[in-house]
């Protein structure tokens, strides 16, 4: 096997498993933790915003990463000493044993006005492409609420698109190693970020039966 095709096939492996993950918050974990694990995509950090349809607005919903230089080079050096594996990563996510990221905070408070902001994730979610930045810290699309995420000048936003419908964005860079976004990890992004926003959609459904579910037995009741 190239690296190219076992990263693709790993690509195609994780999709497979996220399709039986429908626990909400575990599931976009999985996704993230996909976007930055040296096994898979190995981007340093990974965010996560949702479109909220109701209110028309974009969420910031989850981040995954190091919060510092000192921190990335501290859970890389311990990764070097064990071989880390896709099977020990479903392992964890199994067992519950998911760790919350420094970087939650930081997202989780965000929230973009769709009709009334322009950024480049608002940007993303209109042209429903991936947008590739080089001049992060000068680009008159970063905003000021943008710029609390930005740690290095480049980075790349991937639309997430089920039904035809932009559901969410997915922000990734290399804010430490400095590595630099290459076409073809934006080409694997873009394969996982497909079967990302299925599972997302599958699992919004399955809360949403099991809702209504709960409401008919009540209402026997």
């Known amino acids: 096997f190239t690296?190219?095709?076992?990263?693709?096939?790993?690509?195609?492996?994780?999709?497979?498993?996220?399709q039986g993950v429908f626990e909400r918050?575990?599931?976009?974990?999985?996704?993230?933790?996909?976007v930055t694990a040296g096994f898979a995509m190995g981007f340093n950090r990974a965010f996560l915003f949702l479109v909220d349809s109701e209110r028309n607005t974009l969420e910031g919903t989850m981040g995954v990463g190091p919060t510092s230089r000192d921190e990335a080079y501290?859970?890389?050096?311990?990764?070097?000493?064990?071989?880390?594996t896709f099977e020990d990563y479903l392992r964890d996510v199994e067992s519950g044993a998911i760790v919350r990221s420094g970087l939650q905070?930081?997202?989780e408070?965000?929230?973009?006005?769709?009709?009334a902001s322009s950024n480049i994730l608002?940007?993303?979610?209109?042209s429903r492409r991936p947008?590739?930045?080089?001049?992060?810290?000068?680009?008159?699309?970063t905003d000021e609420e943008m710029k609390k995420l930005l740690v290095s000048n480049e980075f790349v936003t991937m639309p997430l698109i089920a039904k035809n419908e932009v559901i969410g964005?997915?922000?990734?860079?290399?804010?430490?190693?400095?590595h630099p976004i290459t076409g073809e990890s934006i080409e694997e992004l873009a394969m996982f970020a497909a079967a990302a926003a299925l599972a997302i959609e599958n699992s919004h459904m399955v809360q949403v039966l099991e809702n209504q579910v709960k409401e008919l037995e009540e209402a026997y009741r």
């Open 131 to 141: 947008i590739h930045i080089l001049d992060a810290w000068e680009n008159p699309g």
């Open 105 to 107: 905070d930081l997202v």
């Open 169 to 178: 964005v997915i922000f990734a860079d290399n804010a430490y190693s400095g």
């Open 109 to 115: 408070n965000m929230s973009f006005d769709m009709a």
């Open 25 to 34: 918050d575990k599931l976009l974990n999985m996704i993230l933790t996909s």
């Open 122 to 126: 608002i940007d993303t979610v209109r």
């Open 74 to 84: 501290r859970i890389w050096d311990d990764l070097s000493r064990r071989a880390f």
């Open 3 to 18: 690296t190219k095709t076992r990263q693709l096939s790993l690509i195609r492996e994780i999709s497979i498993a996220m």
